[in-house]
């Protein structure tokens, strides 16, 4: 009960300080995260790419899906089910996304089921905050990410988005919580110290 207490006022803080951020700010954030990831070798080797739309705050996702996709990627984006896990699509431009539940925009392709990430050589997720040493994400608190990580294999390159100042070191944990490998700010690809964590 402890740790959900502690990620509570921690999820309360960071949307905080995010909120204040001025929206110059966030799009150079977004332009300088996605610069740093498409010039890594094992981002422009990845064929299948599991990223997300992002919202609100967030760094956002727009030009990096847009840019993987056009450099040959396949990308599929989550589906919100009603259970809150992720159902996945294909996204295939930008005309091809749909308001989905909570309004985040979602691919109209056919879904191809919750195992579909399995596939993938590089997964990105949404965080408000990793910790630098674990790679344990604190993220919003619907477990809908945990779930879908935990079917990623252990080779697989899994990467959080983050504005800066959201490595957090001694982020409170579950067991259910997953780890990521990387974190990627404007400042560059930080490597987590992930211990035996997918």
Not at 85 to 91: P, S
Not at 167 to 193: F, Q, W
Request: hydrophobic residues 40%; charged residues 25%; glycine residues 10%.
């Amino acid at each position: 009960m402890e740790a959900s207490l502690d990620k509570f006022e921690l999820r309360r803080e960071i949307l905080r300080e995010r909120s204040i951020m001025d929206a110059g700010e966030r799009r150079e954030s977004a332009r300088r995260i996605r610069e740093t990831l498409l010039d890594q070798p094992w981002v422009q080797m990845a064929g299948l790419v599991a990223c997300y739309w992002s919202t609100g705050t967030e760094p956002s996702t727009e030009g990096l899906v847009f840019a993987l996709w056009k450099h040959g990627a396949t990308v599929i984006l989550p589906v919100l089910r009603e259970d809150n896990d992720l159902d996945w699509a294909v996204y295939d431009g930008p005309d091809t996304l749909a308001p989905g539940r909570h309004g985040i925009m979602e691919p109209v392709d056919t879904r191809r089921g919750v195992d579909t990430i399995r596939t993938a050589a590089l997964v990105i997720v949404p965080a408000l905050a990793v910790d630098p040493h674990s790679g344990v994400r604190l993220g919003r608190g619907g477990g809908s990410y945990d779930r879908a990580l935990a079917r990623v294999g252990p080779n697989v390159p899994t990467v959080a988005l983050l504005h800066e100042g959201e490595l957090r070191p001694g982020l409170p944990a579950e067991p259910h919580d997953r780890a990521v490998k990387y974190a990627a700010l404007p400042s560059g690809i930080h490597v987590n110290r992930v211990k035996g964590l997918a």
